[in-house]
């Protein structure tokens, strides 16, 4: 079936250094997906979105990169700060209503 | 503040008892979703609504129950008949179908 998944289930970075974050898809239907920062124990926090007419897109700190070709999506956190740590999901918007999550990676930072 | 509450934080059951978890949302959004999330593993679909007096079977549906009497309002049962109800609920809502999902923080039901 269709799913969205992690290459890394932890990612541990120093603080100050630059964190990719890597996500495959395998439905090449879908058209938008989103980034999720989930903190312990507290819900998912929308970080940054894109649709599938767009490769790039930049927030503060945050640039999500997405190549249809190969079906993969990136999350780089730039200047990474312990504040940072948390997992990260990526989610596509796929069928209706409903989106399908990765099961995240954990970002761990250090000082 | 705008945003989704989920109350409460923490709930404990005992085996064989339902248990309501409640959603509150004031950012007048139609849908709602309520996510189960287990340790290592994402989140997966029980119920959503587009709009008020309707919802739909999301991927685990059986074993719970909802209700959509007010937009803005979106209570979960975990009854009995639910195998496995230990879990992190997670409430969410959006505008419409295709726009971003926003979460609340929570409700951990823990049975024994």
């Known amino acids: 079936g269709e799913s969205v998944g992690l290459h890394l289930p932890t990612l541990s970075v120093q603080e100050g250094d630059n964190s990719i974050i890597n996500c495959a898809y395998s439905?090449?239907?879908?058209?938008?997906f989103i980034w999720y920062k989930q903190e312990s124990g507290k819900g998912p926090q929308f970080i940054i979105d894109?649709?599938?007419?767009?490769d790039k897109r930049q927030g503060q700190r945050v640039t999500v990169l997405l190549n249809k070709t190969v079906k993969h999506l990136s999350l780089q956190i730039a200047a990474t700060q312990p504040g940072d740590s948390a997992v990260y999901f990526c989610?596509?918007?796929?069928?209706?209503?409903?989106?399908?999550f990765g099961t995240g990676t954990r970002l761990l930072v250090s000082p | 503040d705008g945003g989704i509450t989920q109350s409460p934080k923490y709930l404990f059951r005992k085996e064989g008892q339902n248990v309501t978890l409640s959603c509150e949302q004031n950012?007048?959004?139609?849908?709602m979703y309520w996510y189960r999330q287990d340790p290592g593993q994402g989140l997966r679909l029980i119920y959503y609504?587009?709009?008020?007096?309707?919802?739909q079977k999301g991927d685990i549906a059986e074993g719970y129950s909802v209700s959509r009497e007010k937009k803005e309002s979106f209570p979960l049962t975990v009854t009995s008949a639910q195998k496995n109800p230990t879990a992190f609920y997670l409430c969410?809502?959006?505008?419409?179908?295709?726009?971003?999902?926003?979460f609340g923080p929570g409700t951990r039901l823990t049975v024994t």
């Open positions: 989610a596509d918007l796929t069928g209706f209503q409903k989106l399908v």
């Open positions: 894109i649709r599938s007419n767009m």
């Open positions: 950012l007048n959004h139609d849908a």
């Open positions: 609504s587009q709009i008020v007096n309707d919802f």
């Open positions: 969410a809502s959006s505008l419409a179908e295709g726009y971003e999902q926003y």
């Open positions: 439905n090449s239907a879908s058209d938008y």
